[in-house]
């Protein structure tokens, strides 16, 4: 069914092509086919143009829809660049649909219409002056950045908010230092060096009347801030800490003469504390935060725009971050580049970044666990703090350790990033020792970011070799004294060396017991161990013999080692004492092991120690009795331990008169029984 002529006929809007010669500008007319013509409902006649081939058949007038005022059809309209003094011609004139070009609202709700210095009405778009005077009344204080309003989202408003707001408070609290204080000598405090009590210093007294100048009110009201903003989104963070930065630079200190008040009273001293906080903070944020592109730029203009003052200059181009696509830093973290330099235009170009930088690359790089573009970035990135990048460089181990490449781990401890740097082992701790050792015999790594994480362990590679392992193990001890000199550090190599390969997911190792091998090897052993050791002090590459690696059982190995330390005294009596005090520590857990593991292993335990030819080492098995003696409710297997010391004869052994006492009064309150 074909439609009526009255269901074909729809509104028309008229827009023209060419907005650069059209004197409307921007504005809209509605042409309604359907409204009939107020005086006469005639048609007009055609007109025809022969030239454009345009037939106009019926004309009215449109609609008017709302417009700014300079495109007012009802009202001319006179454009001048910045005249503000008081409306133009008929400026002032407006229709109902007429708009603010400054307030973006009806223009006869706007305040400052024709108000002189200001008259809005004067506003077009057609001028530098008052396109700045719109973006100002839109985006607020936020215009100081260069934003484009469609950059400006609620984040960057609220910043900008609470930002006019402290920069109002902020010029009170300023002005009032400009003020001073006067004070006379009887309560002025000495500014000289060495300070003397009020009142005795004669050059400080000479000024009677001096003005103290104390800068601590801004500072505090500046400190309140920054811990404001902290809380806040990164957006509006930014913008705050931006903003504030240009403040405090303008400050200037009305003093003629130095004033030492500290670091919060004088301005020269609390200016450069703020601004490192603040570029500090926004050195990470620039790294961490995924600002886009043009508002990353934005941003580090505006700091470069800032007139630092002369104490500040060291600030100057704090915020030239890399971004994160620049080349030479892609470079770097994929593996192409391993010096992190390059030559550009002549020059060489170094990877050159503050240390507040590199950690927040690395906590990126962390999170998403890209433990190969850590290293890579480490061991190319160059500081100026060389202190705080040895300690990030001192984890390059560990992050090899995750991702799964042991042995580049383990030589990494050993050899320094570049030559004028020692070792990461130089400054290893017991419990680092502790947890690489069992990352190397595991092929397991922490579950954490960092290696003193608890928690779970994970699977990461296949772990090292045993003869690697011993061979790097040693090397640590002999490159780190306080590890050499340390027997938990001994006991750690004996117990991991003595446990199985496989570990708990909470990190326990599990513990391996295998058969003694026969007394020849052991002399072997003993032959071959000293020479190595030599070895080992004095190169680097070493190759141990492969019948070392044969099956030990874990009380004869003990045995072999507890004789050979009383060749050292001052090892042998570290290590009883370590042991001593574990088991005063460990009382309740070593009875509760002993209940599981039952008479024949505490007694071959026991007699180890009590049959040692140092009297010191047999004080641990002294010890040890002596627990179980006084917790017999808890070792019902106490009796059949009384029958293991007879059948091994131990009654009847010279062991020293101690011992020999100490045994027999504990077999005889079995027989008393």
């Given at each position: 069914?074909r439609p009526?002529?009255?269901?074909?006929?729809?509104n028309i809007i008229l827009?023209?092509?060419?907005?650069?010669?059209?004197?409307?500008?921007s504005?809209v007319?509605?042409v309604?086919p359907?409204e009939?013509p107020?005086?006469e409902?005639?048609?007009?006649?055609e007109?025809?143009?022969?030239e454009?081939?345009?037939v106009?058949?019926?004309?009215?007038?449109?609609?008017?829809m709302?417009?700014a005022?300079?495109d007012?059809?009802?009202?001319?309209f006179?454009?001048?660049e910045?005249?503000?003094?008081?409306?133009l011609g008929?400026n002032?004139?407006?229709?109902?649909q007429?708009y603010?070009?400054?307030?973006?609202?009806?223009?006869?709700?706007c305040?400052?219409w024709?108000?002189?210095?200001?008259c809005?009405?004067?506003?077009h778009n057609?001028s530098?002056f008052?396109?700045?005077?719109?973006d100002?009344?839109?985006?607020?204080?936020l215009?100081?950045?260069?934003l484009?309003?469609?950059?400006?989202?609620?984040?960057?408003?609220h910043?900008?908010?609470l930002?006019?707001k402290?920069i109002?408070?902020?010029?009170v609290e300023?002005?009032k230092y400009?003020a001073?204080?006067e004070?006379?000598?009887?309560?002025?405090e000495?500014?000289?060096?060495?300070?003397l009590?009020?009142?005795?210093?004669?050059v400080?007294?000479?000024r009677s009347?001096?003005?103290v100048?104390?800068y601590?009110?801004?500072?505090t009201?500046?400190t309140?801030?920054?811990?404001?903003?902290e809380k806040?989104n990164?957006?509006a963070?930014?913008v705050?800490?931006?903003?504030a930065?240009?403040?405090?630079?303008?400050?200037?200190?009305?003093a003629?003469?130095?004033?030492?008040?500290?670091?919060?009273a004088?301005?020269?001293i609390?200016?450069?504390?703020l601004?490192?906080?603040?570029?500090t903070?926004?050195?990470?944020?620039?790294?961490?935060?995924?600002?886009?592109?043009?508002?990353?730029?934005?941003?580090?203009?505006f700091?470069?725009?800032?007139?630092l003052?002369c104490?500040?200059?060291g600030?100057?181009?704090s915020?030239n971050v890399?971004?994160w696509?620049h080349?030479?830093l892609?470079?770097?973290?994929?593996g192409?580049n391993v010096?992190?330099?390059?030559?550009?235009?002549g020059?060489k170009?170094f990877?050159w970044?503050p240390?507040p930088?590199?950690?927040?690359?690395?906590?990126?790089l962390?999170?998403?666990k890209?433990?190969?573009e850590v290293?890579?970035?480490l061991?190319?990135v160059?500081c100026n703090d060389?202190?705080?990048?040895?300690h990030?460089r001192?984890?390059?181990?560990?992050?090899?350790?995750?991702?799964?490449?042991?042995?580049?781990?383990?030589?990494s401890l050993?050899f320094?990033?570049?030559?004028?740097a020692?070792?990461?082992?130089c400054?290893l701790?017991?419990?680092?020792?502790?947890?690489?050792l069992?990352?190397f015999?595991t092929?397991?790594?922490p579950?954490?970011?960092d290696?003193?994480?608890?928690g779970?362990w994970?699977?990461?590679?296949?772990p090292?070799?045993?003869?690697?392992?011993?061979k790097?193990?040693?090397k640590?001890?002999?490159?780190?004294?306080?590890?050499?000199?340390?027997?938990?550090?001994?006991s750690?190599?004996?117990?991991?060396?003595?446990?199985s390969?496989?570990?708990?997911?909470?990190?326990?190792?599990?513990?391996?017991s295998l058969?003694?091998?026969?007394?020849?090897?052991?002399?072997?052993?003993l032959?071959?161990?000293?020479?190595l050791l030599?070895?080992?002090?004095a190169?680097?590459n070493?190759?141990?013999?492969?019948s070392?690696?044969s099956?030990?059982?874990?009380?004869?190995?003990?045995?072999?080692?507890?004789d050979?330390l009383?060749?050292?005294e001052?090892?042998?009596h570290?290590?009883v004492n370590?042991?001593?005090?574990?088991l005063h520590?460990?009382k309740a857990?070593?009875?509760k092991?002993?209940?599981?593991?039952?008479p024949q292993?505490v007694?071959?335990?026991?007699?180890?120690?009590?049959t040692?030819?140092?009297?010191?080492?047999?004080?641990i098995?002294?010890f040890s009795?002596?627990?179980?003696?006084?917790?017999?409710h808890?070792?019902?297997?106490?009796k059949?331990?009384?029958?293991?010391?007879?059948?091994a004869?131990?009654?009847?052994l010279?062991l020293g008169t101690?011992?020999h006492h100490?045994v027999?009064?504990?077999i005889n309150?079995?027989?008393?029984?």
């Amino acid at each position: 069914m074909r439609p009526s002529k009255k269901e074909e006929e729809q509104n028309i809007i008229l827009i023209s092509d060419d907005e650069a010669e059209s004197t409307l500008g921007s504005s809209v007319l509605l042409v309604d086919p359907l409204e009939k013509p107020a005086l006469e409902e005639e048609k007009s006649e055609e007109v025809v143009d022969e030239e454009c081939d345009l037939v106009v058949t019926f004309c009215k007038k449109a609609n008017v829809m709302p417009h700014a005022r300079y495109d007012c059809t009802m009202h001319p309209f006179e454009r001048t660049e910045c005249d503000r003094c008081s409306p133009l011609g008929k400026n002032a004139d407006i229709c109902d649909q007429c708009y603010c070009y400054i307030c973006d609202k009806l223009a006869s709700e706007c305040e400052n219409w024709t108000v002189p210095a200001l008259c809005h009405c004067n506003a077009h778009n057609k001028s530098k002056f008052w396109k700045d005077q719109r973006d100002f009344a839109l985006a607020g204080i936020l215009v100081m950045f260069n934003l484009e309003l469609a950059d400006i989202d609620a984040d960057l408003r609220h910043g900008g908010d609470l930002l006019l707001k402290f920069i109002q408070e902020l010029s009170v609290e300023y002005n009032k230092y400009l003020a001073g204080e006067e004070m006379l000598h009887t309560q002025h405090e000495c500014f000289c060096l060495p300070k003397l009590p009020p009142g005795q210093c004669d050059v400080c007294r000479s000024r009677s009347m001096e003005v103290v100048y104390k800068y601590s009110g801004v500072f505090t009201l500046v400190t309140r801030f920054l811990n404001q903003a902290e809380k806040e989104n990164p957006k509006a963070t930014a913008v705050m800490f931006l903003g504030a930065a240009k403040e405090i630079a303008l400050h200037k200190d009305p003093a003629i003469n130095w004033q030492n008040l500290g670091h919060t009273a004088s301005l020269k001293i609390a200016v450069p504390c703020l601004l490192q906080r603040i570029t500090t903070r926004l050195q990470r944020m620039l790294v961490l935060c995924d600002f886009p592109k043009s508002l990353h730029e934005k941003f580090v203009n505006f700091f470069q725009s800032i007139s630092l003052p002369c104490h500040c200059f060291g600030f100057s181009n704090s915020l030239n971050v890399m971004p994160w696509d620049h080349v030479l830093l892609t470079t770097v973290l994929k593996g192409q580049n391993v010096t992190g330099q390059r030559t550009l235009r002549g020059r060489k170009v170094f990877l050159w970044e503050p240390l507040p930088v590199i950690e927040a690359r690395m906590e990126k790089l962390v999170d998403k666990k890209n433990y190969k573009e850590v290293v890579r970035y480490l061991r190319a990135v160059k500081c100026n703090d060389t202190k705080g990048l040895r300690h990030l460089r001192d984890k390059i181990p560990f992050y090899l350790c995750k991702s799964g490449d042991f042995l580049d781990a383990a030589h990494s401890l050993l050899f320094p990033v570049n030559s004028l740097a020692c070792c990461t082992a130089c400054r290893l701790t017991p419990f680092e020792y502790e947890v690489y050792l069992k990352m190397f015999r595991t092929g397991s790594v922490p579950g954490g970011k960092d290696i003193l994480d608890p928690g779970l362990w994970i699977a990461a590679g296949p772990p090292l070799k045993d003869g690697v392992l011993i061979k790097q193990a040693l090397k640590l001890l002999y490159c780190n004294m306080s590890l050499y000199r340390n027997p938990k550090c001994w006991s750690t190599l004996i117990m991991i060396l003595g446990s199985s390969n496989f570990l708990e997911k909470s990190g326990h190792l599990l513990p391996m017991s295998l058969k003694e091998p026969p007394l020849d090897f052991q002399k072997g052993v003993l032959a071959a161990s000293c020479g190595l050791l030599k070895e080992l002090k004095a190169k680097i590459n070493v190759s141990l013999p492969p019948s070392i690696f044969s099956p030990q059982n874990n009380f004869w190995a003990l045995r072999l080692l507890l004789d050979h330390l009383s060749y050292e005294e001052n090892v042998l009596h570290g290590t009883v004492n370590l042991i001593l005090r574990d088991l005063h520590c460990q009382k309740a857990t070593m009875l509760k092991l002993w209940q599981n593991l039952g008479p024949q292993y505490v007694g071959e335990f026991l007699c180890l120690f009590l049959t040692c030819r140092h009297q010191k080492m047999q004080s641990i098995g002294l010890f040890s009795l002596n627990i179980i003696a006084e917790n017999l409710h808890m070792c019902p297997w106490a009796k059949h331990l009384c029958n293991f010391f007879h059948n091994a004869g131990l009654r009847h052994l010279p062991l020293g008169t101690a011992a020999h006492h100490e045994v027999s009064k504990f077999i005889n309150i079995f027989e008393n029984l």
